[in-house]
């Protein structure tokens, strides 16, 4: 027989209806999430309401360091900078991916684990170490210089670190290079969840390549592109290491990126509370960027 | 006497827009970060101290910070590190060597936190030693200078890099707050092979010198090896050529007393450094080589030249042997007077919380004294003063060239401080500004005039806080 008490309880309540009991679940890892990240972030966010060198006693700055971001054109650049470079580190990574996703799940590629790994290898370097071969590569008689002088397009050479108008997008690149193997596995798993009947069913239709592939598999890989623009974004936006290794932001401040500039300003000109302030800048920016893309491409509503 | 309250500082609440006042009003007054430098009463401060005898502290563990993790400057203090603790048994040296850069960006908290090191070495200049200074986190040690007689050790040029002024404004003047062991300058390194090839001799003067890079590039030869892409090698190279137009003024200028940067020296100066890439006396895109590459390239033959600091003798020889020279850039006449970017190492200071102060000083003085200067001189290391053991190192040598070098340029007075001394930004704003003028995308005006403006700004910032608050007596 049921117990009437139990019965009862059962009947206060919808199945799967959210129970207090379930903040006790997730309490370990709230404690943790707010102590290792929602603390630090509460901290920055009253920080770059001060001045403050990291030593003697801080100042108020009211809204001072993030009007600053507005002002100041040694602060406005950097951002200028992050949002362009986004076109290499999240817009061509994704372009060139599908582009492979698309020719490697048509054809039968002979060895196509081989050249998966190949193209998917720059993921998992330390983004150090690529920096330092980046670096090497791109140095006035490295290999990008030396490659063009041995096919007679040496009037191209350039130190491309060192060129006001190069070294970003030569950054870029090296961020394009880095990305394209994510998006391009990350497509490859999606475009074999799309079902063959889709295919066929266009191919019968009289679709070509291209109409097929705008047509099956662009709209299936929807969610896969969503992913793959998150990820890209928010690594092109937190940019760091490359920075740091190539160029140290310039020549001059060309290629000063707000991740690099929250260093700069912390540890090296003690500005910590503008420091605070760009931090807690792009933390909001790359906050909208991906609240946008999953909306917008995603398709996901509030 | 202690610092002058910064506590004024902290009432300009007005100025804050009435909704925040509220937050952070509370915010301010409850947790603001940062100390108020009221630690700043410091041990080297008391009434003069007789010679600290550390064997008598009892058992003691210095904790030592820095930075000296490459070969030589490594190896000579681990082996006087160790002669100290056999000298005293009872005290232990704990030491945390970092590189430079992770030095300068721990320091900050590990001198501000609860147990901070004895003994520090840090950066002359506006943004570490003045900053620490400020916040009352480095003991003066004008007591132990009379002490251990460091006033006499070193010449003045040096130990004014060291200063800062008692209310923690001012760099060069004032109070001392550390001693250094090494000294280092700017000289141009030459390949004797790469010269005598071109039938060129190591020139004597600045005239031969110059002339001497027009026949390098004719003979087919990389006059001068020089990367740029670090940014901060070019101050080093600009300051070569500056010094040679206005060495006086420059260091006056650095120091915060002179005519400031808009003059006809700095704009002749970076009208030569742009003139020299376009002649190609200097590599073209040197903006996009590295110092090390370019350093290595130099070693394997390719340039005449480098100009750079003699931090990097040791690395050189060890690839050259005997093809390497080194000399002081070369004067305006044959004998004349040298002069050339430079300064010391990093400096050695003591916290002002150290429990062990007495001990940390008899250290200071221990690892740069007589002796320390010949174990130095042994492990390749140029000692701010050099001592017995360099007076028998073979001249002909590279080695030998190097403490000639410094020796002429203590003597002449001839060192001026690296530029980036001069505000706290400034290392960024030379920097930045260089690569525009190597690139040819600034003009020399242009330079000047960004330079000034850095400058002046700051100037005109130290005027204000003087005004605010009356400078008070420096002890001598």
């Known amino acids: 027989m049921k117990n009437p008490l139990s019965a009862a309880a059962y009947r206060r309540r919808a199945p799967g209806e959210p129970r207090a009991i379930g903040y006790l679940y997730i309490l370990p890892a709230l404690v943790l999430y707010a102590a290792f990240l929602l603390y630090p972030f509460g901290q920055s966010v009253w920080l770059s309401f001060v001045h403050w060198d990291g030593l003697t006693v801080a100042t108020p700055a009211g809204f001072d360091n993030y009007r600053d971001l507005f002002t100041d054109p040694a602060l406005r650049a950097p951002f200028a900078h992050a949002l362009l470079l986004l076109v290499f580190y999240s817009a061509l990574p994704v372009a060139i991916g599908l582009l492979l996703a698309a020719l490697m799940s048509r054809a039968r590629v002979r060895g196509m684990t081989f050249f998966r790994t190949v193209l998917f290898l720059p993921q998992v370097l330390a983004l150090i170490v690529v920096g330092v071969a980046w670096r090497s590569i791109l140095a006035p008689d490295g290999l990008l210089n030396d490659t063009l002088h041995a096919v007679g397009l040496g009037s191209l050479a350039r130190p491309w670190l060192g060129d006001y108008d190069w070294a970003l997008p030569a950054v870029g690149i090296v961020g394009t290079w880095v990305g394209t193997g994510l998006c391009m596995v990350l497509f490859l798993a999606g475009a074999q969840r799309i079902p063959r009947e889709l295919y066929e069913a266009a191919r019968m239709d009289g679709a070509g390549p291209v109409r097929e592939f705008f047509s099956v598999t662009l709209p299936g890989l929807r969610p896969q592109i969503a992913v793959a623009l998150t990820l890209t974004i928010v690594a092109g936006l937190r940019n760091f290491d490359l920075i740091y290794i190539t160029t140290s932001g310039g020549p001059g401040n060309s290629t000063s990126v707000p991740a690099y500039e929250v260093y700069h300003r912390a540890f090296e000109t003690n500005q910590v509370g503008s420091a605070a302030a760009v931090g807690v800048a792009l933390t909001v920016l790359i906050f909208v960027l991906t609240v946008t893309v999953s909306r917008l491409v995603e398709g996901r509503r509030s | ?476």
């Open chain 2, 1 to 476: 006497m202690g610092f002058p309250s910064t506590g004024s500082r902290r009432v300009r609440r007005r100025a804050v827009p009435i909704l925040l006042t509220a937050g952070l009003a509370l915010l301010a007054t409850a947790c603001v970060p940062g100390t108020d430098g009221s630690q700043a009463y410091g041990p080297g401060n008391g009434p003069a101290v007789a010679v600290p005898d550390p064997a008598k502290a009892g058992k003691v563990t210095l904790t030592v910070w820095d930075q000296e993790i490459r070969g030589g400057t490594n190896g000579e203090l681990q082996q006087l590190n160790k002669e100290f603790e056999r000298k005293y048994p009872n005290v232990k040296i704990k030491r945390v060597a970092r590189s430079f850069n992770d030095l300068k960006t721990t320091l900050k908290l590990a001198l501000s936190g609860n147990n901070p090191p004895d003994v520090v070495q840090a950066n002359q200049g506006y943004p570490d030693m003045v900053s620490f200074v400020q916040a009352g986190l480095l003991a003066p040690l004008d007591n132990y200078a009379g002490v251990y007689a460091w006033n006499t050790r070193y010449p003045n040029t040096l130990l004014n890099l060291n200063r800062v002024s008692a209310d923690g404004t001012d760099f060069g003047t004032g109070r001392l707050y550390g001693i250094s062991q090494t000294g280092e300058y700017i000289g141009v390194y030459y390949n004797k092979d790469v010269l005598a090839k071109a039938g060129v001799k190591p020139p004597k003067t600045w005239g031969e010198f110059t002339a001497s890079l027009s026949r390098l590039k004719d003979r087919g030869k990389l006059p001068i090896q020089f990367g740029n892409l670090d940014k901060y090698p070019a101050i080093h190279t600009f300051g070569v050529l500056q010094d040679q137009l206005a060495a006086a003024e420059v260091r006056d200028t650095v120091l915060g007393r002179g005519t400031g940067f808009d003059t006809t020296a700095t704009k002749d100066a970076a009208a030569t450094l742009a003139d020299w890439t376009k002649r190609g006396y200097l590599p073209k895109g040197s903006n996009g080589l590295g110092y090390d590459d370019a350093a290595k390239k130099f070693s394997s033959g390719d340039g005449g030249y480098l100009l750079t600091g003699t931090w990097l003798l040791a690395d050189l020889k060890k690839a050259m042997g005997d093809k390497l020279g080194l000399m002081t850039p070369p004067p305006a006449s044959a004998g004349g007077a040298p002069v050339t970017t430079g300064g010391q190492g990093l400096a050695w200071s003591i916290t002002s919380r150290s429990r062990h102060p007495e001990v940390a000083a008899a250290y200071l003085d221990f690892i740069t004294n007589k002796h320390a200067a010949d174990v130095m001189t042994e492990h390749g290391v140029l000692p701010a003063v050099p001592g017995a053991a360099a007076e028998r190192v073979d001249p002909d040598t590279v080695d030998g060239q190097m403490i000639a070098g410094w020796k002429r340029l203590s003597a002449a007075d001839g060192l001026v401080p690296y530029l980036d001394y001069s505000s706290p930004t400034f290392f960024d704003t030379i920097t930045a500004a260089l690569q525009g003028v190597i690139s040819g995308k600034t003009s020399p005006e242009k330079f000047a005039a960004t330079l000034q403006q850095d400058y002046g700004a700051f100037m005109k910032k130290q005027r204000e806080r003087h005004a605010a608050t009356p400078a008070p007596a420096e002890p001598k």
